[in-house]
């Protein structure tokens, strides 16, 4: 007993020595943050933003604050350098800014070529390397089967049949296009062919998502399509670079919030310690109507 009433008098004055530890995170200064993109047979395009720190609250009116404006922006193919122009359109009622070269110019990615982009702002120099690759890995057809263990009968799920040449290094991206919806892309949304190397070969394809929508994958019947829907598969051939990026994003994405999981760094490919990337694609297109 006497030893009792000492460990409890010992852990009463150890508690009541407990000293509060107010933590007090640095201010993180803002960051340029880059999302660029060159697509074979498109303009490309630019979108500069300033980050905001961990803590902070985002609203629609500091999000219209982050872009960044009158910039110097050019991407240059080796041959030539074609300056972008800072434009900007209204959806929903959020005006969205971009930088893109003037419609005059003509100037589409190429598969085959690499790019560089220069950003000059606040008297600062950012530099991204990319290239558009040619088109190796395809998608060859499509076709949908019963979505297993569904609640009804009208959810099916997507298949595709993927050709990959001989050779590692044949990195894709995908998107999916429901109806009259925009392209948005899976998650994990990029492969490599570590696995799939000189082969063809069979693969379920998931729904892409909107991300800027809370998702449950549950009650939203994550993946699957409905009878009566039109699809569009967008494969997108990219580099390493952009493989790696996407790869590290989606599995922050994922993690977010997560306290059991492995941080990770998200890995960009622009100078100077900017954020974001500079990414090229080779894109192409299959088309499914699901019946009714």
């Not at 007090?24 to 960051?31: E, G, M, N």
């Not at 193919?77 to 800072?86: A, S, V």
């Not at 600062?124 to 088109?135: G, K, S």
Request: proline share 5%; net charge negative; with cysteine.
């Amino acid at each position: 007993m006497l030893k009792k009433g000492f460990w409890l008098a010992y852990l009463i004055a150890f508690t009541a020595c407990e000293k509060t530890v107010h933590l007090v995170p640095d201010h993180q200064s803002q960051l340029l943050v880059v999302d660029g993109t060159i697509e074979s047979g498109m303009p490309p395009q630019v979108i500069l933003t300033r980050s905001f720190s961990y803590f902070d609250t985002i609203t629609a009116a500091q999000l219209q604050q982050s872009y960044v404006h009158n910039a110097r922006v050019s991407i240059s193919d080796g041959n030539q350098n074609y300056p972008l122009t800072e434009y900007n359109y209204t959806l929903m009622g959020q005006v969205f800014w971009y930088y893109a070269p003037a419609q005059t110019s003509y100037f589409n990615g190429r598969a085959g070529r690499q790019y560089t982009l220069h950003i000059e702002v606040d008297s600062q120099q950012y530099t991204a390397v990319t290239t558009v690759p040619p088109l190796a890995k395809t998608l060859d057809s499509l076709w949908w089967k019963p979505a297993p263990n569904a609640k009804d009968s009208e959810s099916v799920v997507l298949w595709g049949r993927f050709t990959d040449p001989a050779g590692f290094g044949n990195y894709v991206r995908y998107y999916t296009r429901t109806n009259s919806e925009s392209f948005y892309a899976g998650l994990p949304s990029v492969f490599d062919d570590e696995l799939t190397d000189g082969t063809t070969y069979n693969l379920q394809i998931d729904r892409g998502y909107n991300r800027g929508l809370q998702l449950n994958i549950i009650s939203d019947n994550y993946g699957v399509f409905m009878h009566g829907d039109t699809v569009t598969v967008k494969l997108s051939n990219i580099n390493k670079a952009t493989y790696d990026f996407w790869r590290t994003w989606d599995y922050d994405y994922q993690t977010n919030g997560n306290p059991f999981s492995s941080p990770i760094k998200v890995l960009g490919n622009v100078s100077n310690n900017a954020l974001g990337a500079f990414c090229g694609y080779t894109s192409q297109y299959q088309t499914l109507i699901i019946p009714k």
